[in-house]
């Protein structure tokens, strides 16, 4: 056997069992004793055998396979959810595959369009730029959850916080800690349901209400810093930045650091997702924290309910919570 993986022959041989009976066991059939079951599994592991995946899903008419898909690894949130996701499919006896993707439909399409090729059992779009009838051919193929996505079609299954709540809770924080402008900082990617509209409009409506003028700051190709510049040297100390994410958020630190602006005392600034980094000594950013690891359950949930043959669409809005921290504190 030197240079060749083990087979279920090999297995079957120093079991002395026979090679259907090895397959059994490795299809966990409930036909198979367990005296025989212990013996083949004690062969399969003095013989460092692995059942061939590919098989076994043959026989099952299954892959156990789940895609998921997202933009911008490095992005905290991504990273987070990506993880989330990652430890409840495997929970489940999933085997999760994960493709990151730029911000560029195309790349997404292709990405996609190599899971349905592998023949996935489900999908887990984070964010996706598809549009509603590009995702509605792929729900119709497959189960297939969007994250972080208000709308869809009906063939696919959506979880999500309220993105405009969301923004809405954190201006009006904003307002009421006294800064002054509270200025949005983000951009729109012009996706129907995307968190970023939704999240402007919340921005807006709570500024609005306080009676005052909204000053959205569009973060373009030139990054944060040329962005965000000119309004610190217009508005100087007590103004606030309320950011699209995190990943913003933590941009505009950068640059208030650079200016020689403290966070919190100097300028107010909050992000949106709540991220493990957000909480780190030194970062102390207050954000929205919009459950990430209950998106991640629901969503685990929702493929495995598709695949017992549900048919209807399902919307979950997860809860969200205001998480303050030292960037938006005066004292």
């Known amino acids: 056997m030197a240079g060749s993986r083990p087979t279920q022959a090999d297995v079957a041989r120093l079991a002395g069992v026979s090679r259907q009976t090895v397959s059994l066991v490795v299809l966990d059939d409930p036909r198979v004793s367990d005296r025989s079951r212990a013996v ?20 099952a008419h299954r892959t156990g396979f789940v895609g998921i898909v997202l933009s911008d690894l490095g992005n905290p949130f991504h990273a987070d959810i990506v993880e989330a996701l990652r430890r409840r499919f495997e929970d489940d006896g999933l085997i999760p595959f994960i493709a990151p993707v730029g911000d560029d439909p195309r790349e997404e399409a292709v990405a996609v369009g190599r899971f349905l090729q592998m ?32 709308l869809g079609p009906t063939s696919v ?15 009006r924080h ?31 409506a709570a500024m609005v209400e306080h009676g005052r003028m909204p000053l959205i700051v569009p973060v373009g190709a030139d990054g944060v810093a040329a962005a965000v510049g000119p309004v610190l040297r217009e508005h100087g100390p007590g103004l606030a930045l309320c950011c699209h994410n995190d990943l913003t958020a ?18 107010g600034v909050a992000g949106f997702d709540n991220t493990t ?13 919009q459950g990430t690891e209950e998106m991640a359950r629901r969503a685990v949930g929702l493929i ?19 998480v303050v921290r030292q960037s938006s504190t005066r004292e």
């Open 304 to 322: 495995g309910e598709r695949l017992a043959g549900r048919d209807e669409a399902v919307d979950i809005v997860v809860p969200l919570s205001l």
């Open 157 to 171: 299954d959506l979880v999500h916080t309220d993105d405009r709540a969301g923004a809405h809770r954190l201006t």
């Open 250 to 267: 933590l941009e505009v630190l950068g640059v208030l650091a650079a200016y020689g602006l403290a966070p919190g005392r100097d300028a």
């Open 40 to 59: 083949v599994r004690r062969a399969m592991q003095q013989l460092g055998y692995r059942p061939n995946v590919a098989a076994r899903a043959l026989a």
């Open 174 to 204: 904003l307002l009421d800690r006294g800064y002054d402008p509270v200025v949005y900082v983000g951009y729109d990617r012009g996706v129907p349901g995307d968190s970023s509209s939704a999240r402007m409009m919340g921005y807006r």
């Open 119 to 150: 023949n996935v059992d489900g999908l887990v779009l984070i964010s996706p730029l598809a549009t509603d009838a590009e995702l509605a051919v792929i729900g119709r193929q497959v189960p297939t959850v969007l994250v972080t996505r208000n």
């Open 277 to 289: 980094i957000a909480g780190y000594p030194g970062v102390s950013l207050t954000s929205i924290d």
